[in-house]
């Protein structure tokens, strides 16, 4: 059988959730500037960013009706994000 080199692939224990989220974690309001948490939710596959940017922090740029645009500080360099809100959390203490 081929080998997988998908985006998914090893991801069994990274992507387990044991916390169920609630319709309360859609109603966030989001604004520019707001600093973020990228926590992948594995039972939402729309939208899902990458799993090496689970877990950063980024400051928010653009909001839009179901999804966030960040900017992530991944080494020296700052990639612009696009997650949906399910994947995103707001940091605490901003």
């Known amino acids: 059988m ?21 319709l309360s ?13 990228i926590k ?7 939208g899902m960013p990458h799993r090496r940017f689970n877990g950063l ?4 740029t653009r ?4 999804a966030v645009t960040m900017d992530v500080a991944v080494g020296n360099k700052v990639k ?5 809100k399910e994947h995103v959390v707001r940091m605490e203490g901003s």
């Open 2 to 22: 081929p080998k997988s080199h998908g985006a998914r692939r090893r991801t069994r224990a990274l992507l387990r959730s044991s916390d169920k989220k609630g």
């Open 25 to 37: 974690s859609l109603l966030v309001e989001y604004s520019p500037n707001d600093k973020v948490v």
């Open 40 to 46: 992948i939710d594995p039972a939402q596959v729309k």
């Open 57 to 60: 922090v980024g400051t928010v």
């Open 63 to 66: 909001v839009g009706r179901r």
């Open 80 to 84: 612009e994000l696009t997650a949906r």
